[in-house]
């Protein structure tokens, strides 16, 4: 992987860029320069970024320097640390195209809640990421924009659906950045690029103004190369939002002090569950022994660690790719030609319903319409009992799994996917293979819960990164920060 030279801002963590930009040791408007500098750098080699906003992203920097140098407080614990986010967030001053062709250059007239929270705590914002289309992948591969490559082989994947988010950490592009997770976008980045990213709990990050893919199972989270800076990034943007209709009123967990406690690497009385299911002979060797030894390291912290089993997870996969594209198939007919970006066929020649079926044809690529067709005959009459209605069940028999989990453990880990990034190209004219990449991480999602990804080396086999997942109940994100800090104290650096 590529570095730039020791000395510059692009190698401190978001924690530390903090301290002295409010410190006044450096300004944050050259630690945002720092950035777009790195940007235009390497980014031809990343494909990271779909936009980057130089002239916003330095005037934000700027309101935070003035009025630091006025005497202010800083007005979060990340104000004047640039950020990188993914293009499923709404913005007004940028482009918002989920990646795909059917939203180019489309321009929303609302930023989201997350936007907005990231301006109100000064986080200047270098640009929007590259993703699968409308947040379905797990490879990047899906963007209509070209795919992202991995800073540690650029012949390899990023992960997805949020590979542009992850590659602009693991290339020192950006300090922070945001993520969603559906089914494990986030995650399984954070484990392919050898960085932090967590789910939050379902409910506690805000979903106004973030497009739509699955609206049961989305969930935006914060994405860092720390398990502290991804606990600072977290509070800032938690929290009720009485816009979207699943926020949940209730009190954040204090994520940064568990991840400050953590650091003192000490789990004793921790109880940790090793998921049976979610070990199985068919993952990749490398990723398996990196697990081993990251249980191994967990014990040596003083957790007590225990074997559980969680019958119902192998069916998260079926259950989930059920369940996802039929809110999808709903979700995605927005897209009609009439209101957003693309249209195709309007020369007066055509009917609305065939410029509506020409626009979706040009505009979605081939996984969004597999998607839309999978969850369009799921719901369809006389087949919903038995797909989605059948998958519904499933969904709660995973989560009354993760319950009996609950009674014996404060935790739950797996490795984050079975599979080391593969090759680009590997797996796309293969859906399922590409889908059994989000093994280990749908089973959270299904039952609402948070789950965190931190690195756990890499794998023996391809000299890759993989990813530690830390899972826990509903409205526990804290336990995730302590055990993720403490083992990431006791691990060391990756590489
Ligand atoms: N890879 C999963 C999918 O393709 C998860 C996507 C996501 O979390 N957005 O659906």
Request: aromatic fraction near 6%; charge should be negative; proline fraction near 6%.
């Amino acid at each position: 992987m590529s570095r730039s030279s020791s000395g510059d801002s692009t190698q401190l963590s978001a924690a530390e860029l903090a301290a002295k930009i409010h410190a006044r040791e450096l300004s944050s408007e050259e630690v945002t320069r720092a950035h777009l500098d790195r940007i235009a750098e390497v980014d031809g080699e990343y494909n990271a970024f779909l936009h980057v906003a130089p002239e916003a992203a330095l005037a934000a920097a700027r309101v935070v320097d003035a009025s630091l140098a006025a005497g202010a407080e800083p007005a979060s614990a990340l104000a004047g640390v640039p950020l990188a986010l993914k293009d499923v967030f709404t913005t007004t001053d940028m482009p918002t195209t989920c990646a795909s062709k059917i939203l180019e250059g489309w321009m929303s007239p609302y930023d989201a809640t997350v936007t907005a929270k990231l301006r109100a705590a000064g986080i200047p914002i270098l640009g929007k990421t590259n993703m699968d289309e409308f947040a379905m992948g797990s490879s990047t591969e899906n963007s209509a924009y070209g795919p992202t490559r991995n800073p540690w082989d650029t012949t390899r994947i990023p992960g997805g659906s949020g590979g542009g988010s992850a590659a602009a950490l693991a290339s020192h592009q950006a300090p922070l950045a945001i993520g969603t997770d559906t089914g494990g976008s986030i995650r399984q980045p954070a484990a392919v690029t050898a960085t932090v990213g967590t789910k939050p709990t379902y409910g506690t990050v805000s979903r106004y103004g973030l497009v739509a893919c699955a609206s049961s199972l989305d969930q935006g989270g914060p994405c860092g190369r720390t398990v502290l800076d991804t606990a600072l990034l977290h509070e800032v943007i938690a929290g009720h939002d009485p816009r979207d209709s699943t926020s949940r009123d209730v009190p954040i967990p204090a994520v940064v002090a568990a991840a400050r406690e953590g650091a003192r690497a000490d789990l004793a009385g921790v109880k940790v569950g090793v998921v049976r299911e979610l070990h199985s002979d068919s993952y990749q060797p490398g990723v398996l022994a990196s697990f081993d030894a990251a249980v191994a390291v967990l014990k040596d912290l003083g957790a007590e660690v225990i074997e559980v089993s969680c019958p119902h997870f192998e069916y998260g996969l079926p259950s989930y790719y059920l369940v996802m594209p039929s809110e999808v198939s709903s979700n995605l007919a927005r897209f009609d030609a009439m209101r957003y970006g693309l249209r195709a066929g309007d020369d007066g020649t055509h009917s609305a319903d065939q410029v509506m079926a020409l626009t979706r044809a040009a505009g979605f690529g081939p996984e969004v319409k597999r998607r839309i067709m999978l969850g369009t005959y799921a719901l369809s009459a006389g087949y919903y009992d038995a797909y989605y209605g059948q998958a519904l069940k499933v969904r709660t028999l995973i989560a009354q799994d993760f319950d009996r989990a609950y009674e014996q453990v404060d935790v739950l880990v797996s490795p984050t996917s079975p599979f080391t990034p593969w090759k680009l190209g590997e797996k796309v004219d293969d859906p399922l293979a590409m889908y059994l990449s989000d093994l280990c991480t749908l089973p959270t999602n299904l039952a609402g819960h948070p789950a965190m990804s931190v690195p756990s080396g890499l794998s023996v086999d391809d000299g890759m990164p993989v990813g530690l997942q830390i899972m826990a109940p509903a409205f526990a994100d804290d336990r995730l920060y302590r055990v993720g800090a403490a083992y990431e104290a006791a691990r060391g650096p990756i590489a």
